[in-house]
């Protein structure tokens, strides 16, 4: 009774000291322009999704518009900062409920989920009505289900591969096992990459008493800096491939990538051979009776791997027109890609049997632990960005107009995607280089400009959003998955701060500056 009391309070200060104030000054703005909204902004999306058009930083197609001339609000332009509180406090939960209250978190983290996620959207809703709906509704539609299909796709069919024999982890074998994800990653994104690979790699190192280090770098690696070749590998390059930017240009990011990921990797095994040494182990425990060669079980999932690759390939080369849903205007191709990934999840589950899943200690709960938790960020994150899409219009828009130099995109991309979606971030930045280098310029003119002449710009932008997508457990859509899957197995993992202060700080932060001193 008490805790529900303490919520109570908190939910309501969260109204009064939060949006009151929105409420007096904007309700009236707001009001004035919601059937137009719409359509605008369901244009912007068209654009974003599909790679046709124009967006720019504060421009039109975001809403700018005067009040009393029949244009419609931009929320970004309305909003403060301190509406990003609910947000942060998501963020806080995540971070400090695991160690304060570790059993009231497992049993109710979805709860604290949705408390967040209401404590921003009622008073948005009752500040802004139809716009705020709209908003809500387009972060849910158009990012967060297929955020968590594809997620879940992967997850399922990744969860019918086992790989059976006597593999143990070794400095070396886990040195090549994270080199081999790293580079998969690139090809099959680093969702794929990860989820495929995982559960080999916790399972080739059960018998070890340190794992800890091993997962994070497995998730500097495997689930980041490895994707950073290809739009197939993260989201960012594949937003900037829909821009026009070509399929094959990300490859100039490889010496950055293979500084990278070579000082990563020198840095693991060392500290694997370190760790190694000090368990006392000199080789990997021999098993009773006859050592088992190493084999693939539940090979046919990687055909609906393969299918799941080439759908995410193929809704960013076609283009079927548009549909509206519930007001959002989302492609139908995209559509139609999450239609079959769940038919791809769906005949994985049919046609792989249940012994697969057992020796894989295959579960839900990491992936019902994701969904939960990111709808409620998804929905928090709705105001931060929007005021990072507003660009110079909005409250970042001090630091958004700082950045100049290569090495400003590169920090200010990266530790914005630490945080936030990498890929709206990456936009933000790509159109804020076409307006600064380009003003007034068509994207289809601009952007082989930006290739070519401006290049240098371009890779910092991509870099940054890709590389600092793995300093925290949000950056980067399989993360947190990882994390999850390695604590259902046993390994345990450090919180949210606990993650960044031991491990990003110490490891990340020092080879991101080389490569700042190296490239820009």
């Keep these: 009774m008490r805790l529900g009391k303490w919520i109570a309070i908190i939910f309501l200060l969260s109204i009064f000291a939060f949006w009151v104030p929105v409420m007096a000054t904007d309700q009236g703005v707001a009001s004035t322009h919601d059937t137009e909204h719409g359509s605008t902004h369901g244009a ?12 720019h930083p504060g421009s039109e197609l975001h809403g700018h518009g005067d009040a009393g001339h029949g244009g419609h609000v931009n929320l970004g332009e309305v909003l403060k900062l301190w509406t990003c509180i609910p947000f942060a406090c998501m963020l806080l939960s995540i971070a400090l409920f695991p160690l304060l209250a570790p059993k ?24 802004f009505k139809g716009v705020a709906v709209h908003e809500i509704l387009h972060i849910i539609l158009a990012d967060y289900v297929p955020f968590i299909i594809l997620l879940w796709a992967l997850y399922t069919i990744s969860g019918g591969i086992l790989l059976k024999g006597t ?10 096992m994270i080199l081999i994800g790293t580079v998969l990653a690139s090809w ?28 994070v770098f497995f998730i500097f690696l495997v689930a980041n800096i490895g994707g950073s070749l290809t739009p197939l590998g993260d989201p960012p390059l594949f937003l900037g491939f829909l821009h026009g930017v ?63 690759v080439v759908s995410v390939l193929i809704s960013g080369i076609v283009d079927w027109g548009e549909v509206n849903t519930l007001g959002i205007h989302r492609a139908v191709q995209d559509w139609a890609r999450d239609g079959f990934l769940i038919l791809m999840a769906i005949l994985s589950l049919l046609t792989t049997s249940k012994r697969i899943h057992e020796d894989n200690d295959f579960s839900w709960f990491p992936i019902v632990e994701v969904a939960y938790l990111f709808i409620g960020i998804f929905i928090t994150m709705v105001p931060c960005l929007l005021i990072l899409k507003a660009g110079l219009k909005g409250e970042m828009g001090f630091l958004i107009a700082a950045v100049k130099e290569p090495m400003h995109y590169f920090w200010v991309t990266g530790t914005l995607s630490g945080f936030l979606d990498n890929a709206p971030t990456y936009l933000t930045f790509f ?49 947190f998955m990882v994390r999850s899957i390695a604590e259902e197995g046993g ?30």
């Design 104 to 127: 009231f978190w497992h049993h109710h983290f979805g709860k604290v989920s949705a408390f967040w996620a209401a404590c921003l959207a009622i008073p948005f809703l009752i500040a």
């Design 491 to 520: 390994t345990p993992m450090p919180s949210f701060f606990g993650y960044i202060l031991k491990y990003s700080l110490v490891f990340l932060f020092p080879t991101f500056v080389v490569v700042t001193l190296i490239f820009f």
């Design 246 to 308: 070509d399929f094959f240009w990300t490859m100039k990011i490889m010496p950055h990538m293979l500084v990278t990921a070579g000082i990563l990797l020198v840095v693991y095994f060392f500290l694997d051979t370190y760790h190694y040494k000090k368990e006392g182990l000199t080789s990997a425990p021999v098993e009773e009776g006859e050592k088992e060669p190493l084999k693939l079980v539940g090979t046919h999932n990687f055909i609906f791997l393969g299918g799941v």
């Design 167 to 176: 593999l143990r982890g070794t400095p070396i074998v886990n040195t090549i």
């Design 431 to 479: 159109n804020t280089a076409l307006g600064a280098f380009y003003p007034g310029m068509p994207e289809a003119q601009a952007v082989p400009l930006l290739m070519t002449e401006s290049s240098v710009y371009l890779k910092a932008i991509s870099a940054g959003a890709v590389f600092f997508g793995s300093f925290s457990y949000i950056g980067n859509a399989p993360n």
């Design 44 to 55: 912007e999306h068209a654009v974003a999704e599909t790679g046709h058009g124009d967006v």
């Design 188 to 215: 099959m994104g680093t969702t794929g990459a990860a989820m495929l690979l995982i559960r080999p790699f916790l399972k080739a190192n059960n018998y070890r008493k340190n794992r800890t280090f091993m997962v």
